[in-house]
């Protein structure tokens, strides 16, 4: 079983839709969640980290549920340029070792 | 301040050739960290190195890989005898601090490597 996993899509939606996606993670010592833009192409580039208690970052929504081992992220009223492909990545506390999904692609068309 | 450096970006090789892939970290930070993304997967750690020291290489693959990290100069992850299945994006990222966290992990633009 894979440490992260994720649907990849791709989830294509209209400018200024809402698009909301999972991942799973199977460690559950795993202690700190973030989510990942990668352009296409490019590095990796840290979007978001996300709490306990879910957290908010303008149009983007993150959430965490440790019971059930998923992490969500919810973006708002779409716009072009949030066409990337989002990555999950999980770290274990104390652990510099970063486990990346593969993530899931986002097209969002005019 | 400069970013996480790498080169070349791209880098074209035949089947038995050998790739030398260069990153110069961030300015202050001396613990680099290297992952492959292979076509379809998401980043995979390969090996974690700080000045002179190579401190987990858990993710290299048994043979044909090597990495350093000189005193002077940029790291080199050094593939031998390439085949096609090493064709990827190998990324490095760079910190100031042990046991980072992903905040403080700042990736380079990457190395395509294609063997041919």
């Known amino acids: 079983r894979k440490e992260v996993e994720q649907d990849p899509g791709p989830f294509n939606v209209p400018e200024g839709a809402t698009v909301a996606f999972n991942c799973t993670y199977s460690?559950?010592?795993?202690?700190?969640f973030f989510w990942y833009r990668q352009d296409c192409r490019k590095e990796p580039k840290l979007l978001m980290s996300?709490?306990?208690s879910g957290n908010e970052d303008g149009r983007f929504t993150a959430q965490l549920n440790r019971a059930s081992q998923y992490i969500s992220l919810l973006i708002r009223d779409s716009k072009l340029s949030d066409s990337a492909t989002y990555l999950c990545?999980?770290?274990?506390?104390?652990?510099?070792?970063?486990?990346f999904g593969a993530g899931t692609t986002v097209t969002v068309r005019a | 301040n400069a970013g996480v450096m790498q080169n070349p970006r791209h880098l074209v090789r035949r089947r038995g050739q050998e790739a030398r892939l260069r990153c110069s970290p961030m300015?202050?930070?001396?613990?680099v960290y290297w992952y492959r993304q292979l076509p379809e997967e998401g980043l995979k750690f390969m090996v974690y190195?700080?000045?002179?020291?190579?401190?987990?290489e858990s993710g290299m693959p048994k043979e044909r890989f090597s990495a350093e990290f000189p005193k002077e100069g940029p790291s080199i992850l050094r593939i031998q005898q390439v085949v096609r299945g090493d064709s990827a994006a190998y990324f490095c990222?760079?910190?100031?601090?042990?046991?980072?966290?992903?905040?403080?992990?700042?990736f380079g633009p990457g190395t395509r490597l294609l063997v041919l």
């Open positions: 190195l700080q000045k002179e020291n190579i401190i987990d």
């Open positions: 996300v709490y306990s």
């Open positions: 990222a760079s910190s100031p601090v042990r046991l980072a966290g992903v905040e403080t992990q700042y």
């Open positions: 460690n559950s010592a795993s202690q700190s």
């Open positions: 990545v999980v770290n274990t506390r104390g652990d510099y070792k970063l486990s």
């Open positions: 300015k202050g930070h001396s613990h």
